[in-house]
């Protein structure tokens, strides 16, 4: 009965949910019945090296959910193989962070017992990317969510998506395919727009400054479409601008606000900043990209530019749920604090 369970040390999702998806899957598939004993928490701790919480939360969470009973002195069984056929996830993100767990977090959460997931990080890396959705094409998914952020490559990628999965089962998240590429459900960032829109907005707190500056990495997975907004604000409002490619070497200016993408730029900035003795919020500013709760506390507060990543994991599992191949722009905000 333990050759059913399936627990993958490559994917995210945590040992007790893979436990629980197990299960779920074997009951529809028609691998275990009603009645039928399920292996014992002893067995699964040592078959696969985890700890005896992680079976003991995925079991309690069945036992709640009605689909086991626990029978004293004996163990555990299936109560319930009447099941409505779930969806079956692959989740593909590009990297790790504190803003992809509140999209998983929220995606996961909205699905709930509806769907199984499976979850997998390529960390920028187009082969690894392309290698992960060959590997699930043997899994039977219902459902493939992806997101299409890559430090190099990826030139091929409509090609390869429209040949790799069915547009039916293929949801986008975060970046929107080509205009000339398949037709896909999507919940997708205007990054352009965005960031022309949180300049202007904060326009009345930028104009005590003659420069900005943008930190962009020159081997980045940053949407190019970032920088254009950037650009044409600059260019619309009449402000000194430039680009910084490695913060590391960067000699600050007075009069100069500086916008990060990636967080461990913002680390190398602040320290600078308070090596320089320049006064933030009055010599030297900082917007940052996306919102993390030390951001609030950081320096009395750093002004930050980020889209609703909760709101993104929502609209990503009601595609799962609703099917269809609409396309949603997802909203962006602006939170002024005292770095500018």
Same mark, same amino acid.
């Given at each position: ?22 299960? +779920? ?6 691998? %275990? ?22 079976? %003991?939360? =995925? ?46 977090? =929220? ?18 890396? +187009? ?93 980045? +997975? ?105 396309? %949603?722009?997802?909203?962006?905000? %602006? ?6």
């Amino acid at each position: 009965m333990i050759d059913f369970i399936d627990i993958k040390e490559t994917s995210k999702v945590p040992k007790y949910k893979q436990i629980i998806d197990s299960i +779920y899957t074997a009951i529809e598939n028609g691998d %275990v019945r009603a009645s039928d004993k399920l292996p014992s928490v002893n067995e699964l701790l040592i078959e696969f090296d985890i700890s005896r919480d992680t079976v %003991v939360r =995925a079991y309690d969470h069945l036992k709640e959910s009605g689909i086991i009973e626990s029978v004293p002195g004996k163990g555990y069984y299936i109560k319930n193989d009447q099941l409505k056929l779930r969806a079956k996830v692959f989740l593909l993100f590009n990297k790790l962070s504190v803003h992809k767990k509140i999209i998983y977090d =929220a995606f996961a959460r909205t699905l709930g017992d509806r769907a199984t997931v499976d979850f997998f990080i390529y960390e920028n890396n +187009y082969r690894h990317f392309k290698d992960l959705i060959e590997y699930g094409k043997n899994r039977d998914y219902t459902h493939y969510v992806v997101i299409c952020h890559f430090e190099e490559g990826g030139e091929d990628l409509c090609d390869f998506l429209q040949a790799s999965i069915p547009k039916q089962k293929l949801i986008v998240l975060d970046k929107k395919l080509p205009d000339d590429c398949i037709q896909v459900a999507t919940v997708f960032q205007e990054f352009e727009k965005n960031i022309y829109d949180a300049l202007v907005e904060l326009n009345p707190k930028l104009r005590k400054y003659k420069k900005i500056k943008m930190l962009l990495r020159q081997r980045t +997975y940053h949407p190019v479409e970032i920088k254009k907004g950037f650009i044409r604000f600059c260019g619309e409002f009449a402000y000194d601008f430039g680009i910084v490619e490695k913060i590391e070497e960067e000699e600050l200016e007075p009069d100069t606000v500086y916008i990060n993408l990636k967080e461990d730029d913002l680390v190398i900035l602040i320290k600078k900043i308070n090596a320089s003795g320049l006064v933030l919020g009055k010599q030297v500013g900082i917007i940052s990209y996306n919102d993390t709760p030390v951001k609030e506390i950081l320096r009395d507060g750093i002004t930050v530019i980020s889209t609703d990543f909760e709101n993104l994991g929502r609209q990503a599992a009601d595609m799962v749920l609703e099917k269809g191949t609409r396309s %949603v722009a997802n909203p962006f905000y %602006v939170i002024s604090r005292n770095s500018l």
